[in-house]
């Protein structure tokens, strides 16, 4: 089956570093996106992997392990507008074609 | 930069009604897709469109739902009998389908079910 798990809810305070974790089961994994949602708003992307390792952009960071189902996105210098939820979100091709399975998403609350 | 367009961004109707909602992708996405979140809960995957016809669908998009591209533009979502449980955010996302793409979304459509 496929499943992704996220934390809930996270707060951190402004200028800190905070890490929001995922873990997923899929058979045709083809990719880890994160995304940002603001209430009331759609997802905008951040990031993608489908490697294992680290990719950067900017204070945005995201980690990929294959091998343990495993990706964390790394937000650095937090700022208010960065409380949001985060959302995982797997893209599975077991079928063929893409499919985007999405985990419930993570909200942050950044404290001043 | 383009954009998902959506319309209308709230539509209110009866149970049992039809609704249609709408979208317009970025000219050169190939790959439509179209979700729904119910107020708190997870982004949910309904059907994916590629080339005129339905790639994908979840379990969620039953016979009620139905999709459509009908003049190479816009590309609808359609209930044809709401019920209540439907109302939510409804999404339109697209990409071109390269293996690094990802899918950009529209504002989204709140669906509210009387």
């Known amino acids: 089956g496929q499943n992704i798990d996220q934390p809930t809810e996270m707060t951190a305070t402004e200028g800190a570093i905070v890490q929001i974790n995922c873990t997923y089961q899929?058979?045709?994994?083809?990719?880890l996106f994160w995304y940002q949602q603001h209430a009331g708003e759609a997802p905008t992307f951040l990031s993608y992997?489908?490697?294992?390792g680290l990719e950067e952009k900017g204070r945005f960071s995201s980690f990929l392990s294959r091998s343990k189902g495993y990706s964390y996105l790394l937000l650095k210098e937090l700022q208010m507008k960065d409380s949001a939820s985060y959302l995982c979100?797997?893209?599975?091709?077991?079928?063929?074609?893409?499919?985007?399975?999405f985990g419930t998403g993570t909200r942050l609350k950044v404290l001043a | 930069e383009p954009e998902v367009t959506q319309t209308p961004s709230h539509q209110v109707t009866q149970m049992g009604q039809e609704v249609i909602l709408r979208c317009v992708p970025i000219?050169?996405?190939?790959?439509f897709y179209w979700y729904r979140q119910i107020l708190g809960q997870k982004v949910e995957f309904l059907v994916s469109?590629?080339?005129?016809?339905?790639?994908?669908k979840s379990e969620i998009f039953d016979d009620q739902f139905s999709v459509e591209r009908p003049d190479g533009s816009n590309f609808t979502l359609k209930i044809r009998s709401t019920k209540l449980e439907d109302s939510a955010m409804y999404f339109c996302?697209?990409?071109?389908?390269?293996?690094?793409?990802?899918?950009?979304f529209g504002p989204g459509t709140r669906l509210t079910v009387l």
């Open positions: 979100a797997v893209r599975d091709a077991e079928a063929g074609t893409y499919k985007y399975i």
């Open positions: 899929t058979s045709g994994f083809n990719g």
């Open positions: 992997n489908v490697l294992d």
């Open positions: 000219s050169n996405h190939l790959y």
């Open positions: 469109f590629y080339n005129n016809e339905i790639s994908e």
């Open positions: 996302a697209g990409n071109t389908g390269t293996g690094t793409d990802t899918q950009y």
